[in-house]
């Protein structure tokens, strides 16, 4: 069975780049949505008594209700983490020698992960992910991520944007790019930084 996680920060503390309604909805109604709906969909299954990364590994093996609530709550699990409240600015140390050596500097990586959110058509996620030892850029569909079996990029996620229209659409209605620009300005790269360390 699995709980939805209290925020590691108000609901208003992301403006104003995130608003607080968009937040409260975000986080009460859609994350707990696809929490409950996975907690129902495996109830009394070997699946109750496995993490998340087990069951998303061989997911092409479960049915739709579980590929996209294993993967809502996971990605919204990481999300909330991944960003704080006077966030942003540039990675240090070992994750930023990682990014310059694999797309040339802050700024390209900056470049290459804002269009993988803004190019996503229709709803789903922008990732950066540790796969083979090196940083990769990605998106997925929907609620799949690279830990997925089924998903086309594969590795582990240390940074991930959702560009579902219920991640901003409040705010700033069909203007996704102006969104991504302003989620740089709340990433918790310390947070990023732990799991790049803990994932090589
Ligand atoms: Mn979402």
């Known amino acids: 069975m699995f709980n939805l996680p209290q925020l590691p920060y108000a609901y208003n503390a992301l403006e104003p780049y995130i608003d607080a309604a968009t937040m409260e909805i975000h986080h009460t109604k859609h994350h707990q949505a696809?929490?409950?709906?996975?907690?129902?969909?495996?109830?009394g299954?070997?699946?109750?008594?496995?993490?998340?990364?087990?069951?998303?590994k061989n997911v092409s093996k479960q049915p739709p209700v579980v590929r996209n609530?294993?993967?809502?709550?996971?990605n919204h699990?990481?999300?909330?983490?991944?960003?704080?409240?006077?966030?942003?600015?540039?990675?240090?140390?070992?994750l930023a020698d990682?990014?310059?050596?694999?797309?040339?500097?802050?700024?390209?990586?900056?470049?290459k992960f804002s269009d993988a959110g803004a190019t996503r058509f229709?709803?789903?996620w922008a990732w950066l992910c540790v796969s083979g030892g090196k940083l990769a850029v990605c998106s997925t569909p929907?609620?799949?991520?690279?830990?997925m079996d089924v998903s086309e990029c594969?590795?582990?996620?240390?940074l991930g944007l959702d560009v579902w229209e219920h991640a901003y659409y409040l705010k700033y209605q069909n203007r996704r790019p102006e969104y991504i620009t302003n989620f740089w300005n709340i990433i918790n790269w310390e947070e990023v930084a732990k799991m790049f360390d803990s994932a090589r």
Do not use: C, R
């Open 34 to 43: 696809y929490i409950n709906n996975l907690n129902n969909a495996i109830k």
């Open 45 to 56: 299954k070997p699946e109750e008594n496995m993490s998340l990364e087990e069951i998303m």
């Open 69 to 74: 609530n294993s993967g809502g709550t996971y």
């Open 77 to 94: 699990n990481l999300f909330w983490n991944i960003m704080k409240p006077n966030g942003g600015g540039e990675p240090t140390g070992k």
């Open 98 to 111: 990682a990014i310059k050596s694999a797309f040339g500097s802050f700024a390209d990586f900056k470049v």
């Open 122 to 124: 229709g709803s789903g």
């Open 142 to 147: 929907n609620q799949d991520n690279p830990l």
């Open 154 to 158: 594969k590795g582990l996620p240390i």
